[in-house]
């Protein structure tokens, strides 16, 4: 099988001739220095320059090299919202209006410009204009290009780093907000909405552009959940599930060929029947926690959702060779049955993760991601 069929057969719930294999999505990409500390360990020569020409994120380098010498099955298109929508290297203020401050290679929120407004201040607000801030002849070039000429699957980043939840919790303060959603429904509401109109309309201009081109699309990412749930799947249902039911519907009818990825951290079990019946097709991250059985998600979701991730970056990655053995070959015996399973790091890989093991861990999914699944 070419990258390509090898992915997509996977996430049709058949098993290909090897569980395939991503890095570098919205929620799992390669931080700065370690992507630094790669192109010097396989001998790449100079850095490639930054598609996040402002630099302010701790991912702002892609690199088509890297995932080439690791044998990468996919590859993403970048729409330009989460670097020209976003503050500074260095900090400062980013599209809708939130002031970021530096915290060691990370930008932190450092003030909430929502926290005190009424209904009427939300009408008022300066929502940002998502058409001046979006690089779409370069995504429909790249997406093109790589889905007329190249063999992998073409992934559509998140049009933004945020899903609703998480800019409002970023707009209002997050204990605002979940008091919001507890006993001012209206305004909880109101905001909601016009965070959603954002994100429809950026994910309708990147789909009219790119989506032709797509075989996947990122969501924007949304943590529901930690060790358990932040919020009640019954809340979600009320206040979030029509927003996403919208934003799946518009993917479906622009690009009828996408599967759409959706990204949370923490356990989400509690909503994954949830996603399902939204059109939501993989999941990421199946976050490595003890109150997550993958196994057992696995037996119950496998054959309507693929999970795309699970790999530990705690642990497992920053141990040895035989410690990313062992990760690898749990995961894969654990969700490659049958198909469903892309494997991927379950979040960004850090600075502390050696760049040695990101190699041994792509060359162990190989070895050990052959089909039929054995012990």
């Known amino acids: 099988m070419d990258h390509r069929e090898r992915v997509l057969t996977a996430v049709n719930h058949s098993e290909p001739d090897y569980v395939p294999t991503a890095v570098w999505g919205s929620a799992h990409g390669i931080t700065d220095p370690l992507y630094f500390d790669l192109v010097k360990l396989l001998k790449l020569g100079d850095p490639l320059p930054p598609f996040r020409v402002r630099k302010g994120h701790t991912v702002n380098y892609y690199d088509d090299r890297v995932l080439e010498a690791l044998d990468i099955d996919v590859r993403h298109v970048e729409c330009g919202f989460t670097d020209l929508g976003g503050p500074e290297a260095g900090g400062g203020r980013d599209s809708w209006g939130i002031r970021y401050d530096p915290s060691g290679i990370y930008l932190t929120a450092a003030d909430h410009p929502l926290e005190n407004a009424s209904l009427e201040d939300l009408e008022s607000y300066p929502w940002p204009q998502v058409e001046k801030l979006m690089r779409l002849e370069e995504a429909a070039s790249r997406a093109k290009e790589l889905h007329e000429t190249g063999s992998h699957a073409v992934v559509g980043r998140a049009f933004d780093s945020f899903g609703p939840f998480e800019r409002c919790c970023t707009l209002r303060r997050t204990d605002t907000f979940l008091i919001d959603l507890a006993g001012n429904e209206e305004f909880a509401q109101a905001l909601i909405q016009k965070v959603g109109e ?4 950026g994910t309708e201009i990147y789909l009219n552009a790119a989506g032709p081109y797509l075989d996947i699309l990122e ?14 799947p ?38 994954l029947g949830r996603l399902i019946d939204l059109g939501v097709n993989i999941f990421h991250c199946l976050e490595p926690m003890p109150s997550v059985d993958m196994a057992k998600i696995k037996q119950t979701y496998g054959d309507r959702l693929c999970f795309w991730g699970a790999i530990d970056i705690k642990e497992a ?12 070959r749990q995961r894969i015996r654990e969700l490659g049955p049958g198909g469903g399973y892309v494997l991927a790091p379950a979040n960004h890989l850090q600075p502390d993760v050696p760049a040695a093991n990101v190699v041994a861990l792509f060359r162990l999914a190989r070895r050990y991601g052959k089909y039929p699944i054995g012990d």
Do not use: T
């Open 198 to 201: 954002v994100l429809l309309r």
């Open 219 to 232: 969501l924007p990412g949304d943590d529901y959940a930690a060790l358990r749930p932040i919020i009640s």
């Open 234 to 271: 019954r809340m979600f249902d009320r206040f979030f599930a029509p927003l996403w039911r919208r934003m799946i519907e518009l993917v479906q009818a622009l690009a009828p060929q996408c599967k759409i990825l959706f990204h949370s951290d923490g356990n989400m079990e509690p909503f």
């Open 317 to 328: 990655l920053q141990g040895d060779e035989a410690r990313v053995e062992a990760e690898v």
